[in-house]
């Protein structure tokens, strides 16, 4: 597979990474010179210093014979111009864009019947939208009244929770071909991560106080989940969202929509989501203003997070939640962290990559959102097909999950699970056959049969080149 990207930062340079990893054909283009000069010492690939919507350049790179062209500088309207170009002349390569602005999403809401007939709009195929895949991974890890990572499977009752292991832990000691033995329900723990390794378990695999787990269970099982793991339930009942720019104000706006709904649900009664206080803090009067028009049931602070009196006065440390969605990724590790040290609240805060999460995790944080791998799992999605639906990497790539249709040349295709199965290798978690709404775990004597929908996780580096289908 061929792929152009334009623009060489950090997420450019990131999933130009992954994509050699794999084997596939990338060039890299970037006007600046010492981004360029940087990113051709990290990457085994083309790297070209010149303007991406110049299609000269674009055909000097071989946009001709390229599969994806993925538009990634900071200027929204450059990827467009970039995407709308090639379409003009290269119809049939998919072009996937970064676009942060919501107002050019409009269009591409139009009903599919009334534009069938018509190019993609801008020329884009898929659009990726940075703040919303951010956001919507907060509202993912909060929902459940705890504070988790967690990843959702769409017409699934399962998720992938994460959960820690803690000292009161039952889990603590316990093999995990024994956890049947502490509870009826069921779980399943797909990865482990400890000591900075994060591997597939065997059945034999003792689990251990520290150990950051992976559990595949149904939504309805959860707080059970944290119970075994050590974790006392608290009610999250004083949130309180840090920063009001676009990804605070999609976070609230998730959030207090839910509360609204609940209301209307329940008339003759006084749901939790109603008990729930909410504030946002933000210290530039104009979006701090902007805020108050739009969550008038929220209290709205106009205010500096590292100021020691608002934060003694406003009590911050009462509160249960604390979300921190600023642009300035360090403020939102220092202030969930030196909450964390003054209060008993929950955090979760937005970081820049996988790396910084675990620092952040590290330091007290429950919760970091690297918004730029987020980015980079949508990206990837749209590139590894037709057949595959999300991809949801773990631990800087190291671990993969993807949402699959099973295809003709499908590596599963018509095969029993348990003449499959390469322990520590890869896991098939969920089945959906064709015609069926709802996944369920799939057994050793399950036939994986064509158009089945399946989830997948799997080690990147061990995997022995297992496919998916072919690519769009």
């Keep these: 597979m061929k792929v152009i990207i334009i623009g060489a930062g950090f997420t450019g340079t990131q999933l130009a990474k992954r994509l050699i990893s794999e084997r596939n054909d990338v060039v890299l283009i970037d006007k600046d010179e010492e981004t ?30 390229a599969d994806f062209l993925v538009a990634l500088t900071e200027s929204d309207e450059l990827n467009m111009i970039t995407c709308s170009l090639v379409d003009s002349v290269y119809p049939n390569v998919v072009k996937i864009a970064r676009v942060r ?49 967690s990843i959702d ?36 723990v ?28 149904k939504t309805e099982d959860t707080e059970e989940l944290f119970s075994l793991c050590g974790e006392a339930k608290r009610q999250l009942n004083k949130i309180a969202i840090l920063g009001a720019g676009r990804v605070g104000l999609w976070v609230a706006s998730r959030l207090l929509h839910k509360k609204r709904k609940s209301f209307f649900a329940k008339v003759f009664s006084i749901p ?35 100021d020691e009196g608002f934060v003694e006065q406003e009590r911050l440390d009462t509160y249960d939640l604390l979300i921190a969605t600023t642009n300035n990724y360090e403020l939102n590790i220092v202030t969930a962290a030196y909450l964390k040290s003054i209060g008993n609240l929950k955090t979760v805060g937005l970081v820049t990559n996988s790396q910084y999460a675990r620092i952040a995790n590290n330091v007290g944080v429950d919760v970091a959102i690297p918004t730029k791998d987020v980015v980079i799992d949508a990206i990837m999605s749209h590139l590894r097909g037709r057949f595959v639906t999300r991809i949801h990497t773990l631990f800087e790539g ?70 998916f289908g072919e690519r769009q």
């Design 272 to 306: 939790q989501e109603l008990r729930k206080e909410y504030a946002i803090i933000e210290k530039d009067e104009a979006l701090a203003k902007n805020a108050a028009m739009l969550f008038p049931e929220a209290s709205i602070f106009k205010a500096d997070i590292t």
């Design 153 to 188: 499977f769409k017409g699934s009752d399962y998720q992938i929770v994460s959960a820690l292991v803690r000292q009161n832990s039952k889990f603590d000691g316990l093999a995990l071909q024994d956890i049947k033995d502490v509870t009826k329900r069921q779980y399943l």
């Design 190 to 217: 797909v990865y482990i991560e400890g000591d900075n390794l994060a591997y597939i378990p065997k059945g034999s695999a003792v689990l251990h106080a520290g150990d950051r787990i992976g559990v595949l269970c």
């Design 398 to 467: 190291e671990i993969e999950i993807a949402e699959v249709t099973v295809s003709q040349d499908s590596f599963f295709n018509g095969k029993v699970l348990k003449d499959t199965h390469v322990e520590g290798v890869f896991l098939v978690l969920l089945r959906k056959k064709q015609g069926e709404d709802k996944y369920s775990i799939p057994r050793g004597d399950t036939r994986i049969e064509l158009n089945d929908s399946i989830v997948v996780l799997y080690d990147k580096d061990k995997h022995t080149g297992f496919g």
């Design 101 to 149: 602005n919501s107002d050019y999403y409009n269009e591409s809401s139009t009903p599919q019947k009334s534009r069938k007939k018509h190019r993609p709009p801008y020329g884009i195929n898929f659009m990726v939208h940075p703040d919303i895949e951010a956001a919507e991974a907060i509202v993912h890890a909060i929902k459940w009244d705890g504070v988790s990572e």
């Design 36 to 65: 360029v000069r940087h990113a051709s010492n990290r990457l085994d690939c083309m790297v070209m210093q010149a303007s991406g919507n110049n299609l000269a350049v674009l055909e000097e790179a071989g946009i001709e014979k």
